[in-house]
């Protein structure tokens, strides 16, 4: 008998489990080609199909204009911490960066490797629970782009709308939060993000990048990693995760019969108001974020006393509740709700938020 828990793994994560029976039974058999996708090679005709129909419904699910290109890549997000200067400076100097967490500080520190950073506003200083206000950033307009991190993945902090950075491209990892709610692509000029936390497999690194910036990519930049030759070759410059593009195209399908995005949205922000809800209900468990920017995917707690930490992730281990450890960085709990994770799960993990601060008296 399969047992499946829930998983509030920030990644990689939870996927939908009509995915996963859907690879199962292709396994050994895609479609009656007798080959397991991962047998395929790249540049046949079955596993050309399989990565144009991601491609398109990717871009129909985030309503992608016709002049951004789709790359499927691989390197995870902190690549392309040296991807994004490598190929977004365009001969400019410097670029800005916004340091609202532990992911936008790795890319910070990457980026320095190759441009003058001008870090234009920083929460560092309060514990990363907050995003600067925006009037007190110290924006430079021949910056070559402006960078964010959407969704700090281990503080929980999430930009509610993208910021206004005028006529600058606007630079996002959103690794954690895309396809989390409706994007308006047109506000970037690039998107980037790791699969492994809201799309599929780890291996494949999405990028979606407004075409009038390629093709200034520095001297040095590895031909496979430039921007402007993966979008010239399909993202089959060289041979791509093929079968984490496969479980992403099968993401992208079970998004859209879910309803899209909208959907998603929806759905995403009852269960973080559910979850949010029980936190605050009474004094016991703390969330450190200021309640505006409070992630709808990362939602990481504190309860009154660390002691208190085994028990409680044993006992929610025992009811099938896994992966609630804060990250080494910050400690405490860290709940990670994912499209893939069921309302049932946060129903679950709440239950058990209410059972063990009765039992703590
Ligand atoms: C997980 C994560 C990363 C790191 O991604 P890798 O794929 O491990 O390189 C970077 N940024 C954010 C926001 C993340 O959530």
Not at 35 to 60: C, K, N, W, Y
Not at 127 to 138: A, K, L, Q, S
Not at 165 to 174: E, F, T
């Amino acid at each position: 008998m399969t047992r499946r828990v829930h998983n509030f793994s920030a990644g990689p994560a939870v996927l939908p489990e009509p995915v996963l029976q859907q690879a199962a039974a292709e396994m050994l058999d895609w479609r009656g080609s007798g080959m397991s996708v991962m047998e395929m090679s790249h540049r046949g005709p079955q596993f050309i199909e399989i990565a144009e129909t991601a491609e398109r419904d990717l871009r129909e699910l985030m309503a992608v204009p016709a002049d951004y290109r789709v790359l499927f890549m691989q390197g995870g997000a902190l690549t392309q911490n040296a991807l994004v200067p490598m190929n977004l400076l365009r001969g400019r100097r410097s670029a800005d960066y916004i340091d609202t967490g532990s992911w936008s500080a790795k890319s910070i520190e990457e980026a320095r490797r190759y441009a003058a950073v001008n870090v234009a506003a920083s929460s560092a200083a309060g514990g990363y629970t907050t995003i600067p206000p925006r009037e007190d950033w110290t924006l430079d307009p021949d910056a070559a782009y402006v960078h964010i991190c959407s969704n700090e993945t281990i503080g929980g902090v999430e930009f509610p709308v993208p910021p206004d950075v005028g006529s600058v491209p606007l630079v996002a990892d959103m690794s954690s939060s895309i396809l989390s709610q409706p994007v308006e692509v047109s506000r970037y000029g690039c998107i980037y993000g790791g699969a492994q936390k809201n799309i599929g497999p780890a291996g494949l690194t999405l990028v979606i990048v407004r075409d009038d910036l390629l093709g200034h990519a520095m001297p040095a930049t590895p031909t496979a990693l430039n921007y402007r030759v993966v979008a010239d070759n399909g993202s089959m410059y060289n041979t791509p995760p093929t079968y984490s593009v496969y479980i992403a195209g099968l993401v992208f399908r079970w998004l859209k019969a879910e309803g899209g995005l909208a959907a998603m949205a929806a759905r995403n922000a009852d269960k973080a108001a559910l979850l949010y809800g029980a936190l605050d209900a009474t004094g016991f468990y703390r969330c450190p974020v200021d309640r505006p920017y409070r992630s709808r995917m990362n939602v990481p707690f504190r309860l009154p006393d660390e002691r208190l930490d085994k028990p409680f992730l044993a006992g929610a281990e025992e009811r099938g509740l896994m992966q609630l450890k804060g990250h080494r960085s910050v400690g405490g709990m860290r709940a990670s709700i994912y499209n893939a994770m069921p309302l049932a799960g946060v129903t679950a993990l709440v239950d058990w938020l209410r059972e063990f601060e009765r039992r703590q008296g």
